[in-house]
């Protein structure tokens, strides 16, 4: 039977672990919902920052190799 007490205190802290990491998430995510309505409130477009911080995480090679295929689908799309 103490097995199965450490077992569910185990499972317990992990799940407290988790909890708590879910609240500082949602926190993080109300900071940057913050930072995007500031940029937006001094005129900056939040919808290209986003573009921007994701074009960002991505290496060169992989971000080259994106915008060839973009220019290619509106190239056959007779966007140009």
């Given amino acids: 039977m103490a097995d199965g007490t ?47 911080v994701r074009l960002r995480k991505m290496d060169s090679h992989d971000r080259r190799e994106a915008d060839d295929l973009l220019e290619t689908y509106k190239a056959a799309l007779g966007m140009d």
Avoid: F, S
């Fill in 6 to 52: 450490v077992q569910a205190d185990r499972l317990r802290l992990l799940i407290e672990r988790i909890e708590r990491l879910e609240e500082e998430k949602k926190a993080m995510a109300d900071d940057i919902k913050d930072v995007y309505a500031e940029a937006k409130a001094v005129g900056y477009d939040p919808k290209i920052m986003r573009t921007i």
